[in-house]
């Protein structure tokens, strides 16, 4: 009895071992920082880790930026998000269709300034979500504000469909420069000319962070990344 005891903790003992050999999940990459100007990090838990220009970021990660900073990230689709100054956004789900585009990304504006311009993916693959909005686009550029119970989305170019987080109330965005103010009242829609929101006060600070990036130009190594994070 007491053999069978020490060989069936020795095969414990081994199976521990060989558990603890298995390397950690590789994170899924899903894009690159194009752009980092002062302090831009990724939040884990209470730690924030500085990210630098030409870093991947990965499926899950929460990127934060401090005063006076910014960044743009560019994911594997060329589809860009410019981040301002006091901002923070997760990048909360990412489903490939292939090598470089998506089936499904969803991206959780937290709070700050952004500017969204999608790539190469279906543009029905992409889900923006606010703290009160949420955001479908349809081949897009917009500026949006978001805090805490208020969001409001400019259109650019393209075509947007802003609604509640439930979905009960929709507006949709189809001329330069309409507006949709989304509170937890409900939404409503402001024509061109309007008072709405520009992403274009933060450009002159960061001189990419308004102008489009491919993925591929950003890295030899971008398909070698693209390929890892599938």
Known sequence: MQTLRVKILAAFAALAAGIALVPAAKAQTIGVAATVRNDVAQVKGAAALPISAGEDVVRNEVVRTGAESSTKLVFSDSTNLAVGPVSTVTLDRFVFAGDSNYQQATVNLVRG??????????????????PVATIGVRG???????????????????????????????????????????????VSRTPPGAP???????????????????????????????????
């Open 140 to 186: 897009t550029e917009l500026d949006i504000l978001s805090e805490r119970a208020r969001t409001v989305a400019t259109l650019n170019e393209g075509q947007a469909i802003v609604c509640t987080r439930s979905g009960a109330k929709c507006v949709t965005l189809s001329n330069p420069g309409d507006t949709a103010v989304v509170t937890l009242g409900g």
């Open 113 to 130: 300034a952004f500017r969204f311009s999608t790539g190469n993916s279906d543009k029905r693959a992409y889900k923006i979500n606010t």
């Open 196 to 230: 709405g929101f520009s992403f274009a006060q933060f450009c002159t600070g960061d001189a990419g962070l308004c102008t489009p990036a491919s993925f591929a130009s950003l890295s030899p190594s971008t398909e070698v990344a693209v390929l890892c994070g599938r």
